[in-house]
């Protein structure tokens, strides 16, 4: 594509590069491509030679014949007439060379590198779109552990806000109401919400006991001089007995 526009303007005395026609190419109204074509051909000083412009269509001729032409004279009639003789040839020559590069142009938009080109470019700018929201960073642990998480609505903080509380106070009830038993026959400190010691069967446990050991003191021969202190046990007590 690039080398053929190049072709095709040197055709009409104009030297371009490859790079010309990539931006010729790159053109979205006929207007720009027009304006840029007129920079090329230089329309300020014109150097193709009197006649009709290959390019626009108007008349070109050097500033004698210009004064030649103003006089309407017989003789700027005549001049007239033969610098416009291949005026229609021209136009339609630059009409076919237009419609030419608008072909190859929509040619060119309809590829696959153009589609590949437009889809990477939409894609640029959609990351620089979306680039802060795609960086920021949502703290997910506030919406389950805090009541005063901006993402909850008012009845879900009212309801986080009531569960927050009721497990404050059964916390700090288990505190305040400790509840102990102070064995002082078996030497032992229970709780009282864990285990209930003191139920009728355990007392009743303890009174068969403190009958036994009652009867095992009655036997006991007092005139014994091996009997020792230590020899009272209590059963009950899981513990050595102290040495005296």
């Known amino acids: 594509m690039e080398h053929w526009i190049c072709v095709e303007l040197s055709k009409l005395g104009v030297d371009v590069t490859e790079e010309n026609a990539r931006y010729i190419i790159a053109m979205e109204g006929d207007q720009d491509m027009e304006d840029y ?3 090329l051909l230089d329309k300020s000083d014109p150097k193709e030679g009197a006649g009709v412009c290959l390019f626009c269509g108007n008349l070109v001729c050097s500033k004698e014949q210009q004064k030649i032409l103003s006089e309407g004279t017989k003789r700027s009639e005549k001049l007239h007439q033969t ?25 060119y938009a309809e590829s696959e590198e153009f589609s590949k080109a437009i889809e990477y470019k939409n894609r640029l700018l959609d990351y620089d779109k979306t680039s802060v929201k795609r960086t920021h960073v949502i703290d997910d642990d506030a919406d389950y552990f805090s009541s005063d998480s901006q993402w909850l609505s008012k009845s879900e903080r009212e309801a986080l806000e009531r569960c927050e509380e009721e497990l404050r106070q059964i916390r700090f009830q288990s505190r305040r109401e400790v509840k102990v038993t102070f064995d002082f026959a078996g030497r032992r400190i229970l709780d009282a919400n864990e285990n209930n010691a003191f139920s009728l069967n355990n007392m009743y446990e303890d009174q068969k006991t403190a009958a036994l050991e009652a009867k095992q003191i009655a036997l006991i021969d007092t005139k014994d001089d091996n009997f020792l202190p230590r020899d009272l046990v209590n059963p009950a007590v899981n513990m050595h007995v102290p040495q005296v």
């Open 37 to 39: 074509l007129f920079d």
């Open 83 to 107: 610098l416009m003789k291949d005026s229609d040839k021209v136009l339609q020559q630059i009409n076919n060379q237009i419609l030419q590069i608008s072909k190859n142009s929509a040619s």
